[in-house]
């Protein structure tokens, strides 16, 4: 265990040493920023919401967020505990403030893949998840990239959204499902009635 903590550490600080340039340090720091709160994701499911052909890919990644906040932010964040990476990995600099002292799991990692991965399997156009999925992509980097959380969060952050993003996927096919047996419709909108 300590050798994967270490690798966690040597990972950031090569990033630092390596990636970070004066021109991208404040464009992914700000990128960053939006993920606070959830605050791009909610945006983009707000917007989802206000159009009939995506609103049931709006529906769904509220959902998947909601279910990501409680795992990540209500219960396994405290329950780890484990402090920031600028406290624990000497000559580490973060590139932006963090409130939160725990680190584990992203929940702006979480967030981002909650929504993408529910857009995925809902949006009506494959180049909006494709896009979705690269911005999620490019949020849980930007975490490694400003130095606030270790890989090990960020890919933990990935597998709660992903775990959100199928369980709301399949809650809101099943209330859907309900509703469609008693309006006298089946699942695919079609009437039950011969």
């Known amino acids: 265990m300590d050798f994967l903590l270490a690798l966690d550490g040597n990972i ?17 720091s700000v990128y960053t920023r939006l993920g606070n709160f959830g ?11 206000c159009f009939r052909p995506t609103r049931r890919a709006g529906v769904a990644s509220a959902l998947a967020m909601l279910l990501g906040l409680l795992c990540t932010n209500v219960v396994l964040k405290h329950l780890v505990a484990r402090p920031r990476p600028w406290l624990d990995v000497a000559g580490l600099v973060a590139l932006v403030d ?19 991965l529910a857009w995925w399997r809902t949006l009506p156009r494959r180049w909006m998840s494709v896009l979705a999925l690269a ?9 490694l990239y400003v130095g606030v959380h ?33 309006s006298g419709e ?5 009437s039950a009635r011969n």
């Not at 950031?12 to 992914?28: F, G, K, M, T």
């Not at 963090?98 to 993408?116: I, L, V």
Request: charged share 15%; with cysteine; proline share 6%.
């Open 12 to 28: 950031l600080l090569w990033l630092q040493e390596n990636l970070r340039a004066p021109l991208l340090d404040p464009l992914v």
């Open 39 to 49: 605050l791009l994701w909610i945006v983009l499911s707000v917007l989802l919401l």
């Open 98 to 116: 963090e409130p939160d002292p725990n680190s584990f799991p992203s929940g702006h990692t979480c967030a981002a893949f909650a929504a993408a």
């Open 135 to 143: 911005m999620a992509v490019l949020m849980g980097l930007s975490r």
């Open 150 to 182: 270790y890989p090990s969060d960020v890919l933990a952050g990935f597998l709660v959204g992903a775990f959100c993003a199928w369980l709301a996927c399949l809650l809101l096919r099943r209330l859907e499902e309900r509703r469609g047996r008693g």
């Open 186 to 190: 089946t699942a695919d909108g079609g």
